[in-house]
């Protein structure tokens, strides 16, 4: 059992160091350079444990004083909460609930863990419900606080908990300790979740807070809670099935479409991602998908190329950086000569190319 003090390393990915302090299973492990990484304690192996405390030592008294033995008590010392640091951006509440495969490979038998994000300088008293659609009362799965700028574990998902998970609620506080700052509104979140997406793989998606694909789901967003839309969610499902049930009818082959492009001021933003463009993935191979994302990429590039001064986003996602690699290839041989770097983490995340036309 993992103890404060041991020093581990993590079971699946590379780092380790001293476990500082262990709240709801999960570790928070000091690097070398004074940084913390929360891990859950199962995926950490203790290569060195924590030095055993001082035992009780018997202090004798002169035989002339009747008094009772006395023992030594040592008292540890309370653990110091680290300092929140502060940034410009963390002003504005942003708040995420990830769904994690343990597998990737094997979405049919394999638990998912759930995660909120805190990214944000406030810390959230919170509490993250679930219900099924034929159920009519709400089940609480985690009620908590997390700190400023955190990813806390709030659960398991198994295959039988899905039934109940139609819905999902998020209720929030947000404050700060030991300071002045900004009220924010309290507020509650109620949002569908779509469960048939846990066995596709498609589903999951690169995501700015995670190092492998998510199911991931805004719950806030620059202070903005997130709210329901008017549209009747089973009639517009319906109206979905049928319009691709029709569709099908008049095609037997997946159809390329346009990917998912956007002009934000006098930048082209273009989503590589292959749900974007195509409608279905069955039957492609990893290559078949790689070479649309390439067509797509240097489709927008040609079409631009007399363009001078265009700034083009490439949104490719973080994954393994086979995409990214491809892309650089391209603008080192076929395109040359613009001006590329990585695009604003701020507005598109982790995985985002900007390349300016010359």
């Known amino acids: 059992m993992v103890k404060v003090g041991d020093m581990v390393r993590f079971l699946n990915t590379v780092g380790g160091g001293r476990v500082v302090r262990i709240k709801e299973n999960i570790a928070y492990v000091e690097d070398e350079d004074g940084f913390e990484t929360p891990v859950l304690t199962r995926e950490c192996v203790v290569v060195g444990e924590a030095p055993k405390p001082a035992t009780a030592v018997k202090v004798a008294v002169p035989a002339k004083v009747a008094e009772a033995p006395v023992l030594s008590k040592q008292v540890p010392e309370p653990e110091p909460e680290l300092p929140v640091e502060e940034t410009p951006e963390g002003e504005k509440l942003n708040v995420v609930i990830g769904y994690e495969p343990r597998d990737l490979k094997h979405l049919s038998s394999t638990v998912f863990d759930a995660y909120l994000v805190n990214d944000s300088n406030y810390y959230l008293y919170f ?20 700190e400023p700028n955190i990813q806390l574990f709030i659960g398991e998902v198994n295959r039988e908990d899905l039934p109940s998970m139609d819905r999902i609620a998020f209720q929030y506080v947000a ?4 300071k002045t700052f900004k009220l924010k509104n309290p507020a509650l979140v109620e949002m ?50 049928e319009k691709k049930a029709a569709d099908m009818r008049t095609r037997r082959r997946v159809v390329k479409k346009r990917s998912k492009q956007e002009r934000r001021g006098e930048t082209i933003v273009v989503d590589l991602h292959i749900s974007e463009l195509v ?40 994954g393994e950086g086979v995409l990214r690699n491809a892309i650089m290839k391209e603008l080192n041989h076929r395109y040359k000569g613009h001006d590329v770097q990585d695009a604003s983490f701020h507005e598109y995340g982790f995985g985002a190319t900007q390349v300016t036309i010359r």
């Open 127 to 146: 509490s993250y419900m679930t219900r099924g659609d034929s159920e009519s009362g709400w089940l609480t799965k985690f009620a908590g606080i997390v």
């Open 175 to 178: 404050f700060k300790r030991d």
């Open 192 to 241: 569908s979740l779509d469960t048939t997406k846990f066995a596709k793989l498609h589903c999951f998606h690169d995501n700015v807070y995670f190092d492998v694909p998510v199911i991931a789901l805004e719950l806030v967003k620059n202070d903005v809670p997130y709210k329901r839309s008017g549209i009747d969610g089973p009639q517009m499902e319906k109206a979905i099935k």
């Open 279 to 318: 409608d279905n993935i069955r039957g492609l191979s990893n290559a078949d998908m790689l070479n649309l994302q390439i067509d797509e990429f240097s489709r927008v590039m040609d079409e631009n190329l007399k363009n001078k001064g265009q700034k083009i986003v490439f949104i490719h996602g973080k």
